[in-house]
């Protein structure tokens, strides 16, 4: 994403334009795997506790997804992605995103006859060995 383009997105979410929020913007534009605090905290000159706070808001905006692999740890990601699954390394912890030649939508489709439960998403990962752990 273009600096103008993060711009465009705050305003689109009514948020006032923050160094900060640029900043954490921009971090997630150039991520190519879900992200965790820390990791903010390592890219960006700013105390802890603005991270959490302005994650905090941008999953408010639903500008992100929290994710978690069971781990323990909340990872991030923006929620404008083409729709994605992931492949978690239990070895070496690496995060690889991947799609379905069929997503799940006729399942989903299937669940709300049998349920009439609404589904609004869902979150399907996927655990192994990557590439170069098998
Ligand atoms: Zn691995
Ligand atoms: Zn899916």
């Not at 640029?22 to 000159?45: G, M, Q, W």
């Not at 959490?52 to 740890?73: A, P, Q, S």
Request: contains cysteine; proline residues 1%; aromatic residues 8%.
């Amino acid at each position: 994403m273009q600096p103008n383009e993060l711009v465009s997105l705050l305003k689109k979410h009514n948020l006032k334009n923050t160094k900060v929020r640029r900043e954490i913007l921009a971090v997630f534009s150039h991520a190519e795997r879900p992200i965790d605090a820390i990791y903010l905290t390592e890219n960006i000159k700013v105390n802890k506790s603005s991270i959490y706070r302005e994650l905090k808001v941008l999953l408010d905006k639903g500008i992100i997804l929290e994710i978690e692999f069971g781990d323990g740890k909340k990872r991030y990601e923006f929620s404008s992605l083409k729709h994605h699954h992931h492949l978690i390394c239990t070895n070496c912890k690496s995060v690889e995103d991947v799609t379905l030649n069929q997503d799940l939508w006729l399942e989903e489709k299937s669940i709300e006859e049998k349920t009439s439960f609404k589904i609004e998403r869902h979150n399907l990962e996927f655990f192994g060995l990557c590439a170069n752990c098998k």
